[in-house]
């Protein structure tokens, strides 16, 4: 393989390392001296039924043009195509001559194994292929049991990564400049690619709170760590605060590094010692982000197919009005129901409420997890393969390091813990506003003349619920008892 010459050109394949800083496949480009050719691939074939859903296109657009504003800083233009990424990638290098491509790694087993062939073929054309790692702070197949095999279990596996393994890399500053191509290769325009909603635009919620990009990742960071790090540990399960980073898309999308949000969050506890804490734990979340990784390249079905088997015969049922209630926020469970219409408003739903979401689904109505995975797919501004299949299949106990199945969250427990003021309920299921807090998560209990004065009619303003808690619980861990006795 002959050395590349300078003026020859190296294409930059872009995909979910939407920025410049800390992006090792843009860094490695730039230092060459090769012309850059910055590229972007919109593949809805190789995914198959994982294409990205529509708020993950909303977000994409976004991103994509925040890309192109930062490229165009560095004398760089972003050349967008669409279709099948290897035969897109292939026709970009033959119609430029490049010598070279380079890109971030990805996990998806679709995206490894296209990349496999890709990098093949490329090669077989003396064309030099090189990947990095730009969105893990580990690689998945590092952390490794004492016997070589992957873990099953979370703790153990974020300690092995925090104590064996060495710390992660400093992040990169973003090149100053890059030497452009002259002749600069056909571009769609994004206005062509329609990832936009319009008829109807759904997404105005999603406009009021979120700002896709690298820039509106390193304000999101800087204000979680002046504003809310000091009390995360307590806050984070409170989604009546601003408690949590909200760093999730940006994060998915690669709009900033994994690696940048570690070492900022050290920095800060390093500087107010009282947070460290709080800071590990936010530490540990990013961990799950890696465990989740970890699971997903190591056991690739489990966006599809239960990680422990004996869920193969679990008692699932067919309920198209229950999931439709659930999907609506119309479950009758004012925790459930604003968790809901938050992701439905905003593309996003805090990590306590998922749980509660989840496991409603779930175990109170028993429709078999995939069906939540789905919805949450296409409804979700920070849909992840890994993160989206580890997570349901905790929640449904199917999955690895699951909680227990009879683990079945209260929704009127849970917000009477962990929303006692009851300001996120009111913010999402207004119609409940005027409801004193000690009926607030069962409005069916209160008395006929708190209703009045609430402004209430059950069934009508509000539903009832479409399920009974203790009976769905008993129904729920009957069909676990079934599955257990069997195997």
Request: charged share 25%; net charge negative; aromatic share 12%.
């Amino acid at each position: 393989m002959g050395f590349p010459l300078s003026n020859d050109p190296a294409i930059v394949w872009f995909r979910q390392d939407l920025r410049i800083a800390d992006n090792r496949a843009l860094s490695a480009a730039a230092a060459s001296g090769q012309p850059v050719i910055a590229l972007y691939i919109l593949d809805d074939e190789t995914p198959g039924e994982w294409r990205m859903g529509g708020a993950s296109r909303w977000w994409l657009h976004h991103s994509l043009a925040s890309l192109t504003a930062d490229l165009d800083g560095l004398d760089a233009q972003l050349i967008l195509r669409t279709g099948n990424a290897a035969d897109v990638l292939k026709d970009v290098v033959s119609q430029t001559q490049a010598t070279a491509v380079h890109w971030n790694r990805l996990y998806e087993p679709y995206a490894i194994a296209r990349d496999k062939d890709v990098k093949a073929d490329l090669q077989a054309m003396d064309i030099e292929v090189t990947s990095y790692n730009a969105s893990l702070l580990f690689e998945p197949w590092t952390a490794k049991t004492k016997t070589g095999g992957p873990y099953r279990v979370f703790s153990p596996f974020w300690r092995n990564c925090m104590r064996e393994l060495d710390a992660p890399d400093h992040p990169k500053s973003a090149p100053k400049k890059l030497t452009s191509l002259k002749d600069r290769p056909a571009s769609d325009t994004l206005e062509d690619w329609h990832l936009l909603p319009t008829k109807p635009d759904w997404a105005g919620g999603l406009e009021e709170q979120w700002s896709p990009g690298a820039t509106g990742a390193a304000a999101r960071l800087d204000r979680f760590l002046d504003k809310a790090a000091g009390g995360y540990k307590e806050g984070r399960d409170m989604p009546g605060i601003d408690g949590t980073s909200g760093l999730s898309p940006h994060l998915h999308f690669g709009e900033i590094s994994p690696r940048h949000v570690y070492w900022a969050a050290r920095a800060h506890a390093d500087e107010y010692p009282a947070h460290s804490k709080s800071v590990d734990k936010f530490v540990a979340e990013l961990g799950w982000r890696e465990f989740a990784y970890h699971l997903l390249y190591h056991f690739p079905s489990i966006p599809t197919d239960n990680y422990q088997d004996k869920f193969d015969d679990f008692p699932w049922r067919e309920d198209a009005d229950g999931l439709a209630a659930w999907q609506q926020g119309m479950t009758g469970y004012p925790m459930v129901d604003a968790g809901m219409r938050q992701l439905w408003q905003t593309g996003w739903m805090h990590n306590r409420v998922r749980m509660i979401v989840a496991s409603f689904l779930a175990k109170h109505l028993m429709v078999h997890w995939r069906e939540g995975e789905s919805w949450f797919w296409d409804t979700l501004v920070d849909a992840d393969l890994a993160a989206n299949a580890a997570s349901w299949q905790w929640v449904a106990g199917s999955g690895a390091d699951a909680a227990p199945y009879f683990r079945i969250f209260n929704p009127i427990t849970q917000g009477n813990k962990f929303d006692p003021d009851g300001d996120y309920v009111r913010k999402y299921v207004p119609e409940l506003a005027k409801l004193p807090n000690k009926y607030l998560f069962s409005p069916w209990t209160a008395p006929d003349d708190v209703l009045d004065q609430a402004g209430i009619v059950l069934g009508t303003d509000y539903p009832r619920p479409i399920v009974d808690h203790s009976d769905a619980r008993e129904r729920a861990l009957g069909g676990y008892s079934d599955i257990k006795k069997a195997s």
